[in-house]
């Protein structure tokens, strides 16, 4: 079974700088997707960043961007420049291709980002 | 993409009791599903719910405690049934239109069990 794995469960970042945020995940599949979703605490997930499998180029979004490692199955979200509204947990999740499963997420179990000033 | 409404954002039960919990999407969708996330943990999928038919349900989760229905492709409901304290957590509703776009979600029903 696929499994996702952050083992960051809090981070804190100043305004204005850089902060990355881990995960690995295990699988025996080639093809698949993985996902940064961010929840604040209104609840809502909100999708921050995809990136395919079969790519090697790294997804960015603006002030997000991913470092992506198949061969080491990690998959780390870079926020730049963060912001106070940048506060959240931070979900990682996986997404296989598979006949069946393919419309299922496996989440990690999150990564509570505090924002100072 | 498109929103989700889910209704109730929040109730406070009483064990034993039941509660459904409704999601409606403002436009059709091919693929709903039910997820829980129980204090300060990740999300579960509970069950992908089938338009027409019986909803698929994961490993853990069984149709008494939750059943679903989806009777069109706009609206799917959740039934959290016999409740005990245990049930306490946060139920969202996603939805995705088709296979190549991806999933987004309501904004939750977060539920309290006394």
């Known amino acids: 079974a696929q499994t996702v794995t952050q083992s960051q469960p809090e981070m804190s970042v100043q305004e204005a700088e850089t902060v990355t945020l881990s995960c690995t995940y295990d699988t025996s599949e080639s093809d698949y997707y993985l996902f940064w979703y961010k929840q604040p605490p209104s609840r809502q997930m909100i999708l921050v960043i995809r990136?395919?499998?079969?790519?090697?180029q790294n997804a960015t979004e603006n002030r997000f961007s991913v470092n992506f490692q198949k061969a080491a199955k990690s998959f780390s979200l870079k926020i730049s420049d963060s912001q106070l509204g940048d506060a959240a947990m931070y979900f990682c999740a996986y997404r296989d291709l598979r006949a069946g499963t393919a419309s299922k997420l496996t989440f990690g179990t999150g990564t509570r980002l505090q924002v100072t000033l | 993409s498109a929103v989700i409404s889910q209704k109730p954002s929040r109730d406070i039960c009483q064990r034993g009791t039941s509660l459904t919990i409704q999601c409606q999407v403002d436009s059709q969708v091919t693929m709903m599903f039910w997820y829980r996330q129980q204090p300060g943990q990740s999300l579960t999928l509970i069950a992908t719910a089938n338009q027409g038919s019986e909803a698929t349900y994961e490993s853990g989760f069984v149709i008494d405690k939750f059943p679903i229905s989806r009777p069109n492709l706009t609206f799917s409901t959740l039934t959290v049934s016999n409740m005990s304290p245990e049930d306490s957590s946060i139920y969202l509703c996603?939805?995705?239109?088709?296979?190549?776009?991806?999933?987004?979600f309501g904004q939750g029903t977060r539920l309290t069990v006394v």
């Open positions: 996603s939805a995705r239109e088709d296979l190549n776009t991806e999933a987004f």
């Open positions: 990136q395919e499998a079969y790519k090697q």
